[in-house]
């Protein structure tokens, strides 16, 4: 028998995840669904390893939260097209909503390999759904940032919302900058939304 990863994760997410999707409104384009929430997009995207074995693959689901007002702000254009999951700010996946750690799921044509569908309806369920349903208003958003200390992206919004913290977050950011070219954009953003540091 032919190993057919992408069968298979059909498979098991119409058993899993698709059921859950469908009865909260969202609709489906390929490995992806969308939901409409006002002003934002709900999106979940299945995602398939591009590495795989003759007999084995993986794969991880990837959860966002897309409003038009920070993705023009953070990239100067609106987006054309369909909302993906990459254009989504606030984004994570499934398993750092678990347990902390990035997680991608076995396929396998093994007989005696675990039964995915009831593992993963469950994890959805309890992590996923809530995690989505949190971002209702760009306000919430915001409050997400903030509570992850995610500084940038809470000036961000921020500033699209008329508050008069953008400068104290923006400082924070900086503080908290990975690397220097993120603080480069980031020192770029805040002069052409005229924030003074």
């Known amino acids: 028998m032919s190993f057919d990863p992408k069968q298979i994760l059909q498979e098991i997410i119409a058993t899993s995840v698709k059921p859950q999707l469908k009865a909260l409104g969202y609709r489906k384009s390929a490995l992806t669904w969308r939901k409409s929430v006002g002003e934002l997009t709900h999106v979940v995207n299945v995602q398939l ?9 993986r794969f991880t689901l990837n959860l966002g939260a897309y409003h038009p007002s920070i993705y023009t702000a953070l990239h100067q254009v609106a987006l054309q097209g369909k909302v993906l999951e990459y254009h989504c700010n606030p ?10 750690h990035d997680r991608w799921w076995p396929l396998t044509i093994d007989p005696s390999a675990p039964n995915l569908d009831q593992e993963l309806d469950q994890q959805f369920r309890q992590f996923a759904v809530p995690w989505l349903e949190q971002f209702i208003t760009l306000e919430a958003i ?3 940032f903030e509570r992850e200390q995610q500084y940038f992206h809470a000036a961000v ?3 699209i919302l008329g508050f008069d913290n ?7 950011a900086l503080n908290h900058s990975p690397h ?3 603080t480069r ?3 770029r953003w805040a002069t052409a939304h005229e924030i003074t540091l």
Do not use: C, E, W
């Open 49 to 57: 390893s591009r590495h795989n074995s003759p007999n084995s693959s």
């Open 91 to 100: 984004r994570v996946r499934l398993g750092t909503l678990i347990d902390g």
């Open 142 to 144: 915001y409050q997400y």
């Open 157 to 159: 919004a921020a500033n």
């Open 166 to 172: 953008v400068a104290v977050l923006m400082t924070k």
């Open 180 to 182: 220097a070219n993120f």
């Open 185 to 187: 954009f980031m020192r």
